[in-house]
Each structure stands twice: as structure tokens, then as C-alpha cells.
């Protein structure tokens, strides 16, 4: 996203996309996800882990987290956390596929 807006601030990125799209996620690593949807920004943590192993699907299993949350009419925080839930348990192994349901994650974590 920065590179599109020509910055190396992310923040300066995410709010030239005011007015340009509905709604968009962005992921910060280490440091969570910020959504935008409409004039709002929402920043979402990381989800936490106890160790970093794979990086490999991180990225594939955030946008299915938000885009079922969106699928389900949740709100746009709610949707952050299940994207970051999913990209947090699939960094936690080796492969780019969750281990265990994360349906029931999400139960765990009252999503």
C-alpha cells in the first residue's frame, strides 16, 4: 500500500484510501491490522502467539478471517480479529493451513 501512494508511512497510505474504496484491510506484522471503512480506521492487534515458526499462508488466512467476519455481517473490529486469529494460528506451525478449527478459536475467543 505504500508503495501505490508513493510513502513510507503506512498511516499516510491507509488514509489516502479515503474516498477511494468502501472498505479495505491492511496488515502491520507484529503490529495488528488497521481496517478502513468509509471515513473510519480501526486498529485490530496481533493475535498472540508463543512463537513465530512459518510465515507461509499468514497473509491468505487474514483476508479469509475478514472476509468471513464480513460474509456474517460482523462489525469491522470483529472482523480484524478473526482475520488476525487465523493469520496468528497458521504462523504458529510449519505450512501455510490452520492445525486445529478455527471455528472453535473463534468460539474461545467469544467471535
Not at 12 to 18: E, K, S
Not at 43 to 52: E, G, L, R, T
Amino acid at each position: 500500500i505504500c508503495a501505490l501512494f508513493e510513502t513510507q508511512d503506512i498511516d499516510v497510505a491507509i488514509a489516502a484510501l479515503r474516498g477511494k474504496v468502501a472498505i479495505a484491510a491492511v496488515t502491520r506484522s507484529q503490529d495488528g491490522s488497521s481496517l478502513l471503512a468509509g471515513d473510519t480506521v480501526t486498529h485490530v492487534k496481533a493475535s498472540p502467539v508463543d512463537k513465530v515458526v512459518d510465515t507461509t499462508g499468514a497473509g491468505d488466512q487474514y483476508a479469509a478471517g475478514v472476509l468471513f467476519g464480513l460474509a456474517r455481517s460482523r462489525s469491522i473490529s470483529q472482523c480484524g480479529a478473526l482475520g488476525s486469529l487465523a493469520a496468528g494460528e497458521v504462523i504458529s506451525h510449519y505450512g501455510p493451513r490452520p492445525s486445529v478449527s478455527l471455528q472453535a478459536l473463534a468460539a474461545q475467543a467469544g467471535l
